[in-house]
């Protein structure tokens, strides 16, 4: 699979942006299944993405004082994932008017089926502060490159 990013629109994307994975060995539980917890770091990782791809890299974040927290995510398992399996792991930003935003993700098989289904609140942290910046659409859109991967148009 080959990492493809749509544009977004400003309420959220219909085709979000999307990494590539392949489900490693090591990542499965006892069963089999891709652990419960390796689900988080996929969808981590995936998020850390879209801004990449939007041109905000972690060190522009860090010199600007500022990072992305994650205040709460919701998972719901839909189909398991085996060693091998090729999966998209999609990112689409869904901004409101306060200081939090979602992000909605869905991790797919090869073949389309829908093996989960991530829901995260989350928030820009001005880091000197240690609170939540008041617009933090505004915020990334000024250090954007590429707004509209992140549904900022």
Avoid at 122 to 150: F, H, N, S
């Amino acid at each position: 699979m080959t990492e493809v990013a749509h544009v977004a629109t400003e309420g959220g994307a219909d085709e979000p942006f999307t990494v590539p994975i392949t489900v490693r060995g090591y990542e499965t539980d006892t069963q089999g299944h891709l652990n419960q917890s390796v689900y988080l770091q996929y969808a981590e990782h995936a998020r850390w993405s879209v801004l990449q791809a939007g041109g905000i890299p972690q060190t522009t974040l860090l010199a600007r004082g500022i990072g992305p927290v994650t205040l709460e995510t919701t998972i719901r398992y839909l189909r398991e994932l085996r060693a091998g399996d090729e999966v998209a792991v999609s990112c689409r930003f869904v901004w409101g008017e306060r200081k939090t935003f979602v992000i909605e993700q869905t991790v797919r098989k090869a073949d389309g089926t829908v093996a989960a289904e991530i829901t995260a609140t989350c928030g820009i942290l001005d880091l000197t502060e240690r609170r939540l910046l008041k617009d933090p659409r505004a915020a990334l859109r000024e250090l954007a490159t590429d707004p509209g991967v992140l549904g900022l148009g």
